[in-house]
């Protein structure tokens, strides 16, 4: 299992949560997400700040991805509704491991991943975030602990 870092707005977020799908856009810099996230492997969510009513820069909940990465040319995100075009085509199933609510910000301090504490956010762009890279094993089990209302 590899660990991986998603960062989405809070809208998409309430879409993740009720089809248990994930999708990313077509074009991405470096290894595309399609490349390095593979079944089994879990994803860690975390919204936007920017466009956010209430959880922006939380960390939201973590998924196991349970299909390969498939193209979907219908709108199903409200802003590919909203603006009727697909901006986000390439799609994978997925399923809760945990939900829950906790800060990013405050979260930070405890993860290694997260090299350069004083900014933080930094660590929470692309796609995958993280600079593409895995979370730690270690990391994701204080993001679990987290998330079950212990941190």
Same mark, same amino acid.
């Given at each position: ?25 077509? =074009?991405?810099?470096? &290894?595309?997400?399609? %490349?390095? *996230?593979?079944? @089994?492997? +879990?994803?860690?969510?975390?919204? !936007?700040? #920017? ?35 697909? =901006?986000?085509?390439? &799609?994978?199933?997925? %399923?809760? *491991?945990?939900? @829950?609510? +906790?800060?990013?910000?405050?979260? !930070?301090? #405890? ?41």
């Amino acid at each position: 299992m590899t660990c991986w870092l998603f960062t989405l707005t809070e809208e998409n977020w309430l879409t993740v949560k009720s089809t248990n799908i994930f999708g990313i856009p077509e =074009k991405a810099r470096g &290894r595309r997400a399609t %490349e390095l *996230v593979k079944p @089994g492997d +879990v994803m860690v969510f975390y919204v !936007s700040k #920017k466009r956010s009513r209430s959880l922006g820069g939380m960390i939201v909940g973590v998924y196991r991805v349970v299909s390969t990465w498939f193209r979907e040319d219908r709108a199903l995100w409200p802003d590919e509704v909203r603006e009727g075009v697909v =901006k986000y085509p390439w &799609r994978v199933r997925v %399923e809760p *491991v945990r939900l @829950g609510v +906790v800060s990013y910000r405050e979260l !930070s301090g #405890k993860l290694s991943f997260v090299g350069n504490k004083e900014r933080p956010h930094v660590y929470v762009m692309g796609t995958p975030a993280n600079f593409r890279r895995p979370i730690p094993e270690c990391d994701f089990r204080v993001i679990l602990e987290a998330l079950s209302g212990g941190g």
